[in-house]
């Protein structure tokens, strides 16, 4: 395997294009036409290279857990295919190139808050939320949810509260989402004793918390169609999407197999991908349900 594609299984490839998907969303519903192409493109790179560090960074701090767990044995430094000082480096670059492309061709703001969002996930969520509580997703969650403001921001140069809208969906998206991996993976992370919520309080618990939050989910993920952000195209596609969801959770309830913990898991990732996908056609196809005025100026 050549030493490039360890780097880039470093860099957690399909979250972070997860995470990039959302922001350059985020840019696209900023403004009524096209974004302008220098925040787009240098944008859409400080935020993947920032997301790509945290990622090296996540994985550098987890390197122990990582061993003994089946989901990430692979990974380039619990294999020793990547050394310490490699991984360090590495993250270290890509951080350092994320905030000089932000500050010198997008925005200070957006390279504030991208910064903000790689200490959050890399420091605060992986070095101590994770092994501190079991309501670790749901603290830590917020790193995870900015990308969409930081895309709006980078077009913008000012927070919106439809920026703040998007934010919402997806931390309330995070817990159901990664708790349902957690319950197929619990026994991971009970050999790696990290305090997941199925390890610490059950399956039933967890599978509980999953339909109560995605209950929430469904009733934010209404905010965009309520508050003028979007429009009747967003609210069917919002409504569809949810229902499915809800079908899955209650179902999860007294799940047929072991293995429907990850459908559920899988389905939230194309549920989150989609959702956004409706916001942009909206976006595009017909005017808010509410006129609300002009964005501010950016």
């Not at 790509?52 to 701090?61: E, K, M, R, V």
């Not at 050394?83 to 703001?109: D, E, Y």
């Not at 992370?189 to 939050?213: D, N």
């Not at 429009?231 to 969801?245: D, E, K, Q």
Request: with cysteine; glycine share 8%; proline share 7%.
């Amino acid at each position: 395997m050549s030493v490039f594609h360890e780097y880039l299984q470093l860099t957690k490839p399909r979250i972070v294009a997860l995470l990039v998907f959302c922001a350059v969303i985020g840019m696209f519903l900023a403004v009524p036409g096209l974004p302008p192409w220098r925040a787009l493109v240098f944008g859409t790179l400080g935020i993947w290279l920032a997301s790509s560090s945290a990622a090296a960074f996540n994985q550098l701090i987890d390197q122990r857990i990582d061993k003994v767990m089946v989901r990430t044995a692979h990974r380039p430094l619990a294999t020793g295919h990547l050394n310490v000082r490699q991984a360090f480096v590495f993250a270290l670059v890509l951080g350092i190139a994320s905030m000089l492309v932000l500050v010198l061709w997008v925005n200070t703001l957006t390279a504030v808050l991208t910064f903000a969002g790689l200490i959050g996930y890399a420091v605060i969520y992986t070095a101590f939320l994770k092994r501190a509580s079991p309501q670790n997703i749901v603290i830590g969650g917020l790193a995870g949810a900015i990308p969409p403001v930081l895309g709006w921001t980078a077009v913008t140069g000012a927070l919106h509260p439809y920026a703040l809208q998007l934010c919402l969906i997806i931390f309330v998206w995070t817990p159901p989402h990664f708790w349902a991996l957690a319950i197929f993976r619990r026994d991971d992370y009970s050999r790696a004793q990290v305090p997941m919520l199925p390890v610490t309080h059950g399956v039933v618990f967890t599978r509980w918390h999953i339909l109560f939050y995605t209950v929430l989910l469904v009733l934010v993920t209404l905010l965009p169609a309520l508050t003028g952000m979007s429009g009747l195209v967003y609210l069917g596609g919002a409504a569809v999407l949810g229902g499915a969801f809800l079908y899955y959770a209650v179902r999860l309830l007294n799940p047929p197999d072991e293995l429907y913990a990850m459908k559920v898991f899988n389905y939230s990732i194309v549920y989150l991908m989609a959702l956004f996908a409706f916001l942009l056609v909206d976006h595009w196809l017909l005017p808010p349900l509410v006129s609300t005025g002009p964005l501010p100026p950016g």
